[in-house]
């Protein structure tokens, strides 16, 4: 399914090459304040053709609101967002429709949706539904500054583009030999209470790793220490209380334990793959001829996937974060009547 949540919840919509994409957002309180100039920065950063090594295509994306904003302010009814596609090359693929690009959905889409599926840019698998993300994450960003009793900011930035700390190094090498990258994008929320998330299913690595697997392209995740911490001793591991608001002295847990959230600087990291679709020559299936060929990439596409996720990332978490928040705002209260 396309939706996410439980109070704070999102729906997304559209293909990539389709009239819009949009996003459906319900339970977001009433009041809270809501302008189209409130989208500006998050959405410019996402754009392709701002920074080096994304894709030319540009979209105006300016958020139109179809529900749930009226005079400035969210009215409690669902929020009704679209983006309009109006910069597409469609032929790019229809003239590659008989090879689907290995490292893409094109394939396993066409075999699940038996040939009904919108092909063009990916259709909805494409990175161009995250524009929608983003626009929820601006909601979901207001709503944590607003409903959390200490603001709670959300950041992300670029580890490293292609094992290099340095993306500048990063995307060299990937001119060098005409291909796409990878990277690592990390992620930190501070300003977080205590208790929020529960044990086991819906722990806050557990809802935070499902909704940043919606992310096109994320192929791992690790909190605090990671994978690295299964290199270390256990003493050297556990993160030291130093005070009753739980602050500790280091933050290997990456501000989680138990699932639940213990007051510290939330941290994590994701991988990005490198882009599918690359003019490096590669060998894949022709499913109409049946034979194996040579094939490449044409058209407008990202050299590094990784340059544009740190926003999206950001919104995600955001969205996740303000669920918590909803639902344990929600059981303060039942608390309170009890």
């Known amino acids: 399914m396309n939706t996410f949540g439980r109070l704070f919840r999102v729906s997304i919509f559209g293909e ?8 459906n957002l319900d339970g977001c309180p009433a009041g809270l304040p809501l302008e189209v100039q409130d989208f500006h920065t998050d959405i410019e950063r996402r754009k392709g053709g701002m920074q080096k090594g994304t894709t030319p295509r540009k979209e105006d994306d300016l958020p139109i609101f179809k529900s749930g904003v009226f005079n400035g302010k969210t009215t409690g009814a669902p929020i009704t967002i679209l983006f309009e596609n109006n910069n597409t090359r469609s032929t790019d693929y229809e003239k590659q429709r008989a090879v689907p690009r290995p490292g893409h959905a094109d394939f396993v889409a066409n075999r699940k949706f038996g ?63 005409k291909d796409t990258i990878g990277g690592i994008v990390e992620c930190r929320a501070q300003g977080l209470p205590i208790g929020l998330g529960e044990p086991f299913f819906d722990s806050v690595e557990s809802v935070l790793s499902h909704a940043v697997f919606s992310i096109p392209a994320v192929r791992g995740i690790e909190f605090g220490s990671g994978f690295a911490a299964a290199k270390m001793f256990g003493s050297e591991h556990n993160d030291a209380i130093r005070d009753s608001t739980g602050k500790t002295a280091t933050n290997h847990a990456g501000g989680i334990v138990g699932g639940i959230t213990n007051g510290n600087e939330l941290v994590f990291r994701i991988a990005i793959k490198p882009t599918s679709s690359t003019p490096k020559e590669q060998q894949t299936l022709n499913w109409q001829s049946g034979e194996i060929e040579p094939f490449s990439v044409k058209g407008r596409h990202d050299l590094c996937i990784a340059l544009r996720v740190p926003v999206v990332l950001e919104a995600v978490t955001a969205i996740v974060l303000a669920d918590f928040v909803l639902q344990e705002q929600r059981m303060q209260r039942i608390i309170a009547k009890s």
């Open 115 to 177: 040939g009904c599926e919108d092909f063009r840019g990916g259709g909805h698998f494409s990175g161009r539904l995250t524009v929608a993300l983003v626009a929820a994450g601006v909601i979901a960003k207001k709503l944590l500054l607003a409903a959390a009793q200490e603001p709670i900011a959300v950041g992300a930035h670029i580890v490293e583009i292609g094992g290099e700390a340095d993306p500048e190094k990063g995307l060299q090498r990937a001119i060098d030999a």
């Open 16 to 23: 990539s090459h389709g009239e819009s994409v949009g996003i």
